[in-house]
């Protein structure tokens, strides 16, 4: 099941969810482009996108990995993927998450792009959404997950123009994960750490130490992926 929620509602009682967006926020906000914004008289909107930036920064232990599957046939990548995600997230009892970007920005990119697995992402998003815009939330449980694995993974890999974080928390607040564009999973867990890279290789992970690199090219080149001017 899927059920669109609120960014409001979802920090008023999950204390470390909101702690981590507002960290995020408040390493992001510039006060250059600030300016710019006022200098526009649109500060406003500015503002807008930092809707979290003056919440509680609360203390707990993190731990952080990144981490890969060795597949490199992009169209299976996010079947492979999603298998993996539920394994990891039974491991620790996870069952339903929150998706939610760092900013509060439309999760709708670049809809001039004719890229057809993009395309494909946001007809399916607006058929969830039921509008071609949404800065909100979703409530997403396991059996729910490739859906949205799917589209985040073509919309963060060919849209520069989405949020450059979108995350999904667990409900329970035990983990927080991002896809990158290469297809590489930031994992941070919160608290415990029960993930260790002992259990991650276990489940057929890879640990990526220093440098990233796209999974599916040789020459780094990401087909599909344009800045809407």
Sequence with gaps: MTTLTTRNEIVKTKKIISSELTKVQKACYDEEILKYYKDDNEEHLYWEQFDLYDNEVIEYETHSKIIGLSHSDINTFTTE??????????????????????????????????????????KRLEAIVGQATYKEAFMVDINNLHDFIDILFWTTRCDPSVAEYIFLFDRNEKTVIHLCKYGNIHLTEFENELLTEQTLTSLGWTIIDGQEFDNFTDDGKIKGRELKV
């Design 81 to 122: 993927l999603t298998d993996k995600l539920i394994e990891l997230f039974q491991k620790i009892g996870a069952t339903e998450f929150y998706i939610l970007s760092h900013l509060k920005l439309d999760f709708f990119g670049n809809r001039d792009s004719r890229y057809k697995p993009l395309v494909n992402s946001y």
